[in-house]
């Protein structure tokens, strides 16, 4: 079973910058696409971004641009980069196993996630 510890949260000014790490075990990780998503106080919990084994990458509109997703198989960590950060960004964010990048469908357990908050 597969467990997810998330890290790099914190408290940042609009503008700011911050970098997410998810760190993995069990060797699935490496055959697995990833995800990270978000979940803002008293909204659904929603992804932001992906990446499949092979690399490829997809975003959320309301990151595109700002945010960059990356993986180290070697490490087993995927890696969430973000630049220009809106307050609209506060959330506790997670990682998680996906099916496939198209769906953004998540299938592991949840980690206890890495709050960030964007405030002046």
């Known amino acids: 079973q597969v467990q997810l510890v998330e890290s790099g949260g914190g408290l940042v000014q609009p503008g700011g910058s911050l970098r997410l790490s998810c760190a993995a075990s069990?060797?699935?990780?490496?055959?697995?696409?990833m995800g990270w998503y978000r979940q803002a106080s008293g909204k659904q919990r929603e992804w932001v971004a992906g990446?499949?084994?092979?690399?490829?990458?997809i975003y959320a509109d309301s990151v595109k641009g700002r945010f960059t997703i990356s993986r180290d198989n070697a490490k087993n960590t995927v890696v969430l980069q973000m630049n220009s950060l809106k307050p609209e960004d506060t959330a506790v964010y997670y990682c998680?196993?996906?099916?496939?990048?198209?769906?953004?469908?998540?299938?592991?357990?949840w980690g206890q996630g890495t709050q960030v908050t964007v405030s002046s």
């Open positions: 998680n196993l996906v099916r496939s990048i198209g769906t953004m469908t998540p299938f592991g357990n």
């Open positions: 069990g060797s699935i990780f490496s055959i697995s696409a």
């Open positions: 990446i499949s084994s092979g690399g490829r990458t």
